[in-house]
């Protein structure tokens, strides 16, 4: 999975420093590729809202996310490549690594 870090956002909420044609480009590429499995660009950090339940049970429901932070997750791709090299390939392709940071992860296998 490869999780868009974005340092800062633009007045429209996306990843400053890439334009829409980026993206559009990037999500070609990927597709061509071969290697899509899903990916999404979540909605402005505004619409977050962030659950939590202490251990006596008690819910805690606050508007926003849960810790102030400069970077913000803007959105993910998960892909199906053979290794950790060729993830850190297309991670390095990605538009969001130009003025932030992918993350690199891979998605738990529960039934290995």
Do not use: H
Request: glycine fraction near 10%.
């Amino acid at each position: 999975m490869l999780l868009i870090m974005a340092n800062s956002v633009d007045d429209n909420g996306g990843a400053a420093g890439c334009t829409v044609e980026d993206w559009m480009a990037y999500d070609k590429e990927v597709q061509d590729a071969g290697i899509m499995v899903s990916g999404e660009s979540l909605a402005d950090l505004v619409t977050a809202t962030t659950v939590q339940v202490a251990a006596d049970g008690a819910r805690t429901v606050t508007d926003g996310p849960f810790a102030e932070t400069r970077e913000v997750l803007g959105g993910f791709y998960v892909i199906d490549v053979p290794d950790l090299d060729v993830a850190l390939d297309w991670a390095a392709r990605c538009p969001g690594a130009r003025d932030g940071a992918i993350v690199v992860r891979p998605v738990a296998d529960f039934g290995a």
